[in-house]
C-alpha cells in the first residue's frame, strides 16, 4: 500500500457484505466454531516497534481467513481472542 501509514505494507483487507438490515447476531458458541484467527493486542504499537513482527502477523491473518472464507466458512464474530470461524 502506498499511502502515509501504510506505506511498504501488504494489505489484510476484505471486501464483505453485511446485512445491515438483518437483526444483530450474538456471539456464536464454541460448539459452532471451527477456527479462531488471532490477532495482536494491539497491531499499531507492534507496527512501531516491531515492523517486521507485524508485517508477519498481517501475512498469517490474511493467509488463513483467505483459506476459511475459500473453504465455505464464514466470520461469526469477533472478540479478544481473534476472529471467530465458523461453518
Known amino acids: 500500500m502506498a ?3 501504510n506505506r511498504g505494507d501488504e494489505s489484510d483487507r476484505l471486501l464483505v457484505t453485511w446485512a445491515l438490515a438483518e437483526p444483530p447476531t450474538s456471539i ?3 460448539a459452532e ?3 479462531v484467527v488471532a490477532v495482536p493486542d494491539d497491531v499499531e504499537v507492534l507496527r512501531r516497534s516491531d515492523p517486521a513482527a507485524a ?3 498481517r501475512r498469517r491473518l490474511r ?3 483467505r483459506e476459511h472464507l475459500a473453504s465455505g ?3 461469526g464474530g469477533f472478540d479478544r481472542r ?3 470461524i465458523v461453518r
Open 33 to 35: 466454531i471451527v477456527a
Open 3 to 5: 499511502d502515509a501509514v
Open 55 to 57: 508485517a508477519a502477523w
Open 63 to 65: 493467509d488463513a481467513l
Open 82 to 84: 481473534g476472529y471467530l
Open 73 to 75: 466458512h464464514r466470520i
Open 28 to 30: 456464536p458458541p464454541d
